[in-house]
């Protein structure tokens, strides 16, 4: 039994609903894909539900549920993902926050929730917050891309149960960070010191002062939001006996998989935006197959389109990444397990993620060939009608990787 | 409501994987199945987990769970199950084995797993072993067809904690039992001292000498494998209101159904083997139903040829089922409930159980039409997309014997 490897290509929002400018067909059904419908006729075809039926998933908890880890058990807010993703180490009991670097005017009210989405300096700001004490907590601080950037939240007695102190709106006042749970009284309160404590020291910051000369908005505040305790996540390698990596723009689905134990392959044409390098991505995908058994590849350009509601838009990114994915089919070693699905339907009718299930097709050189099209109604059609916790075992599976239950 | 019998007949191993050798198609996709997919037309299909989606089953936990005992909760090893289907009776506490008499060295290194498939004489050898009382624990042996045989431990303290004498393998020594927990240290080290006990006698006994003396391989070890504790399993009967009876060549699927309390039918024409035959099992299946309500059938060739990874030989064995199915039909009393299915896939381009489900079809005079052909493809499109075990559920709802849960 030749064990084999495998590349899951997760479209990040790919499923959708019949929408009106499409002739009611779904973007992925009124684009012309010739290369995943051909991948569909050798692949086992049909539906996944990322959690459970009707269930709207994020993609934080998609993509645990989709690797083996039950996001009812292990995620408590998105926080710890994205500080992971931004490389920061996190210890057992930590709390972190996912954060925007914001202007507020001086009644605390939020201007511009990124800032003018400032490009540079956030690096040298972060440095001057970075760190601080108060009482017995200590407050770690990492930029991400443009506006974005983590806090960590070390100390003892913590709680992840605190509302957001981003007020998700402009013209807001920002929130005070409530605790929602009796143990998490200390953390709002410090939490919001901190904030305060910050705020003070990101107005009058160089930084700041020079982008006010230059009639830029100051980047005057840090909003947490999405605190999370940090999991513990079994190891992949330990979990399923491969060692895992991924190739992700996004720093949530990059922490997921950072916390998971699988290696990020970053290049810089992973944008996880709509200018993203996907046969570059897919080109580093294989060449990670020469060192791991299973790689991720996360492209989220489908999602924005959906967020964007532009359903026009989607479909040509979805012609895009055929084009991709036929690059891959000619890149790929033969014998290769191949999974394309998504972590979510981003309907561009809605505007967010819904709980529509998304087609999933497994191709394998054996694999049963059910499929016709790849789209959401043609793949109903096949053997699969799954959950998201399926994924994995039926992953080890057409690997033949997995353990036999009895004689 | 007319109470129906029913017919379950498990074509084991059925499921397959497309095969490069059949213009990627599986073995049943490619048969001419004639009569097959007659009653495909005239039954509810659809494809079956029969544990759950990609866990590969073995035929015992898989036939467990069809039979709607919970593998998970009653099943710890194969033993058990193979001396219930060699008519040794089991006790509460009892710990059973699988055995092979083999052939040794006087290193104790395994020249030959099966002692030359021996064919005579194992009747004698387990009787100069048979009884053998160890402390308080009593070794009880029986010999199956050929080189195969089952032994249980009765007295206080056992455990199926622990692990295979048989090295599963020539030219290895054999293995000591090993504990895999505290509590088995008892049973692994009074388990090694009876290899070793019966081995001294084997060695000198007059079979094994008279095989020598022949150039024969002489049986002169008896390697346990397969450890398992008695499971206690609810009477057939009793949860099901069917008596049930089995025609059934393999002695662990025998054993299974004989602890389940179904009665055995034995004939020597189910020979567990390629020569089995087919039409004389389901004669047997149909004069049953005098008897009882609920008859199994398993049919063991098409596992076999997946696993010796031969496409063209599973073909024709099933080609040989569909002849035998077209003789059911004639035979069947009008208004039995008829299903065909398998309890796991045996790809022969795997060579081993896999976790991919298989089809299914329940035929009925009044079941719904579905069908088209029935293999693992044109199934899907059914309306069945069941795990194991709900299978019963469906059979006690077809046959009119469900319970109604509420007004």
New interface residues.
Partial sequence: ?QQRKAILVILDGLGDRGNPELDGLTPLQYASTPHLDSLAK?SMVGLMDPIAPGIRAGSDTSHLNLLGYNPYEVYTGRGPFEAAGLDMDLEPGDIAFRCNFSTVDENLVVLDRRAGRIKEGTHELVEAINGIKIEDVTFYVKEGVEHRAALIMRGAGLSSKVSDVDPHGTGKRIHLAKPLSKDAEKTARLLNEFVVRAHKILENHPVNIERKKNGLKPANILLPRGAGMVPHLEKFEKKYGMKGACVVGAPLIRGICKLAGMEPVDFSGATGSYDTDMRGKFEHAVKSLNTHEFVLVNIKATDIAGHDMLPRKKVEVIERIDDAIGYLMEIMPEDTVLVVTADHSTPCTVGDHSGDPVPIMLY???????GKEFNEVSCA??????KGS?L??????LT?R??????
């Fill in positions: 039994m050798r394998a050189s054996d694999a049963r060939k059910e059609r096949g053997s699969l009608r799954i399926d994995m075992n039926i992953v080890l599976n033949n997995a353990e036999k239950f009895g004689a």
